[in-house]
């Protein structure tokens, strides 16, 4: 008798199908192509010395420019980022933006449905300098 392993599927983020969409909107309006699930803070260190590092749903490392999709926001329990321990991870993640000099756009998940989180990135890229 033999037993088929099975593989596991890849985990999906919660956010994956807003991530998606903000994507589509994004090549849509041909904004510059951002890096998608890219690894950040890598210059700074922890408080044990180990290298920071976060993951940016969107960035443009030439506008410094991170674009968030929060969601989870209303969950019961206070799941997402609506929990006190996400809460702070999400501070410190603001903290390390600003002392890399980066600019930290959160969007929510609403935002992105209601066709406002485009809008918001185009005015964050052209504020960082970005011109069409």
């Not at 999400?90 to 600003?98: H, L, P």
């Not at 969007?107 to 011109?131: F, N």
């Amino acid at each position: 008798m033999s037993f088929a392993l099975k593989t596991p599927a890849p985990r999906r983020n919660r956010n994956a199908r807003f991530e998606e969409q903000l994507a589509f909107e994004i090549r849509a309006h041909r904004l510059p192509e951002p890096l998608q699930q890219h690894r950040w803070a890598l210059d700074l260190t922890t408080a044990t010395g180990r290298p920071r590092q976060f993951k940016a749903d969107f960035a443009w490392p030439d506008y410094r420019l991170i674009c968030e999709v929060q969601g989870g926001l209303w969950m019961r329990g206070g799941g997402g980022h609506s929990h006190p321990m996400h809460i702070e991870k999400d501070i410190e993640r603001q903290q390390c933006a600003v002392l890399l000099n980066w600019y930290l756009l959160p969007v929510t998940t609403d935002e992105v449905k209601q066709g406002r989180a485009i809008a918001l990135v185009i005015r964050a890229l052209a504020a960082r300098g970005w011109t069409r």
